[in-house]
């Protein structure tokens, strides 16, 4: 991975692996050098940005200390780069957070958060209010899965469980799957719990279903956000 957030991609590609590249720097250039080490390195499936940066910050420290003891062996074992095996990992922006459900599945969006849980939220809007919402915890889809969900709901709609005492999702349908959330940032509240949204803005009493809407806004369901 090449360019300014190659930790960022791989952790929302959902790579299994990634890793450090000692390389020459050539004048004017970035990231064409030749390569004089390398390591690899495991991405656990809920591992998150924070933790591998730090891993691979002690990781990287290490091998150009041991690169520049014995700089003249590894200058002799030098490897040129392959640029049609590079893949680039451009600097990200705000927008990255913005999701969409009708287009992201479940894994998609897991692992987007992972990847900048700790720089930017997630966010979307709440439908029936329109109201921009964000999202600081999105657990792993597995947590979830056990619970066989309706897969014949809309991306975006929304419904709240109660599992046992201690565990209780919201969980959202994604384009394929469903993801669930917590510590939910609605507007400029406080951080809600998801206990606390579904009391504030879901219909509970499945009695009295809400009307059908032509662009679901009277659904309880988050859709996209749009950039402005």
Not at 71 to 90: C, F, G, I, R, W
Not at 125 to 134: A, D, F, H, I, S
Request: proline content about 5%; some cysteine.
């Amino acid at each position: 991975l090449r360019g300014a957030a190659p930790i960022i991609y791989a952790i929302k590609q959902g790579l299994p692996e990634t890793g450090i590249t000692i390389m020459k720097i050539k004048p004017k250039k970035f990231d064409v050098g030749e390569m004089l080490a390398q390591e690899r390195i495991e991405i656990p499936r809920d591992m998150l940005r924070s933790d591998l940066t730090h891993k691979m910050a002690i990781l990287g420290s290490d091998l150009v200390c041991q690169v520049v003891e014995n700089l003249e062996a590894y200058e002799k074992t030098a490897t040129v780069q392959d640029n049609s095996e590079a893949t680039l990992a451009p600097v990200v922006n705000k927008s990255i957070a913005f999701i969409d459900f009708h287009k992201q599945s479940n894994y998609e969006i897991y692992n987007l958060w992972r990847s900048v849980h700790d720089i930017v939220k997630l966010r979307c809007k709440w439908g029936p209010t329109n109201t921009v919402t964000r999202f600081k915890v999105v657990h792993p889809p597995w947590h979830i899965e056990h619970l066989q969900l309706d897969s014949t709901k809309l991306p975006g709609e929304t419904v709240f469980l109660k599992v046992n005492k201690k565990q209780n999702f919201l969980c959202i349908k994604c384009r394929d799957g469903w993801i669930a959330v917590d510590e939910i940032m609605y507007g400029k509240r406080k951080v809600m719990s998801s206990r606390d949204f579904a009391n504030g803005f879901l219909r509970i009493d499945k009695t009295k279903p809400l009307p059908p809407s032509e662009n679901n806004n009277s659904i309880a369901m988050f859709v996209k956000d749009e950039e402005t």
